[in-house]
């Protein structure tokens, strides 16, 4: 017999293993088959049949043969645990694999690597399958430049999972974005946060009880002390998230109008920023008016989009965006950024 072919009648006997249940009256070849097929094991009764009467020699499987058809189930006892997953499962997270490659950090990934292999596998075992191929018919790509998860140093992250759980405070050396040397800081961890392609501890610092965001990548070493965390009180993760915690922001709402160009109009009408969005139109010209976080993320979006938006509302956005602008314009005239 070809590998292929054994390769797929093991699959599918472990998958009907899988399919059998604990008590009588059990279920029937016929259901077993229509499971199976479901499974992507394309098979027909009388197959489904001899293997459960040659499993039934190697397995405790047992039929109820008071009534026709007979109802196949586990004897009653019997604790063996079959491992493995469905078909769906396995696409699902062949989909899922190409997604977290891009996003996460390596010491996240190998955590579940194994998890992925034995996707693979699955699939693998199912060839010609057109159920097993969906996760050939699929990508996922970010939205973007698709940035590389930045290098987290071996044990930080171990480290920092140990001092969320113990609710411990963690000892880092901390180097800052903007430069100024390590320096050792306490933190009072609260909670582990993914944006993007990096990795954040959501954590406060000295006698400060607002929580800020200290990227683990900048962390050159971590180590949980014996020392318990202080967390803020009444503080729940999913309320900071959603009143824009996750935005880099102080979590202030604002009303942002602006002028923008139809293309961009109509990608905001299938996209809004918010529940609150509006756009309208006046003399031929689109505006936009939401209520969105006042946040950097907010900004680096606008000038993302320049010059498809012509900020009008609120003065100290404008504002903002403008001295942006003029920097970025002063540095391309003079062919060169400042120091």
């Not at 992507?40 to 499987?61: A, I, N, Q, Y």
């Not at 961890?189 to 990548?217: C, M, N, T, W």
């Amino acid at each position: 017999m070809p590998r292929a072919d054994k390769n797929s009648t093991l699959a599918r006997q472990w998958e009907l293993l899988k399919e059998l249940p604990r008590r009588r009256p059990g279920v029937t070849a016929r259901v077993l088959q229509e499971k199976l097929q479901a499974a992507g094991h394309p098979v027909s009764k009388r197959t489904v049949e001899r293997d459960l009467v040659g499993l039934s020699h190697v397995f405790p499987l047992l039929s109820n043969e008071r009534s026709k058809p007979f109802g196949w189930y586990w004897e009653e006892g019997a604790s063996l645990e079959i491992p493995g997953m469905d078909l769906a499962e396995a696409v699902s997270l062949g989909l899922l694999e190409d997604i977290l490659r891009q996003l996460v950090p390596p010491c996240f990934y190998s955590a579940i690597r194994n998890r992925f292999s034995e996707a693979q596998a699955k699939l693998d075992s199912l060839p010609g399958n057109r159920h097993a191929s969906w996760s050939d018919l699929v990508r996922y790509i970010p939205p973007g430049v698709p940035f590389l998860p930045p290098e987290i140093l071996p044990g930080v992250m171990r480290e920092v999972q140990e001092g969320l759980l113990q609710r411990l405070q963690i000892c880092v050396e901390y180097a800052g974005a903007s430069g100024g040397g390590i320096k050792e800081l306490h933190l009072h961890p609260v909670a582990l946060i993914q944006q993007g392609a990096r990795s954040y501890l959501l954590a406060s610092a000295f006698d400060y009880e607002k929580p800020l965001y200290y990227a683990l990548h900048r962390m050159h070493s971590a180590v949980v002390t014996d020392e318990q965390a202080r967390r803020p009180k009444g503080f729940d993760l999913d309320q900071f998230l959603q009143r824009g915690g996750g935005q880099f922001g102080e979590g202030r709402i604002i009303t942002l109008k602006a002028q923008v160009t139809d293309s961009l109009a109509d990608i905001l009408t299938e996209t809004p920023l918010s529940e609150e969005q509006k756009i309208s139109r006046r003399g031929g010209k689109a505006f936009l008016t939401a209520a969105v976080f006042d946040s950097w993320q907010l900004r680096y979006w606008i000038l993302s989009q320049t010059p498809s938006i012509l900020v009008r509302q609120p003065r100290s956005l404008r504002d903002d965006i403008l001295s942006a602008l003029q920097a970025s314009l002063e540095a391309y005239t003079n062919n060169e950024l400042p120091g």
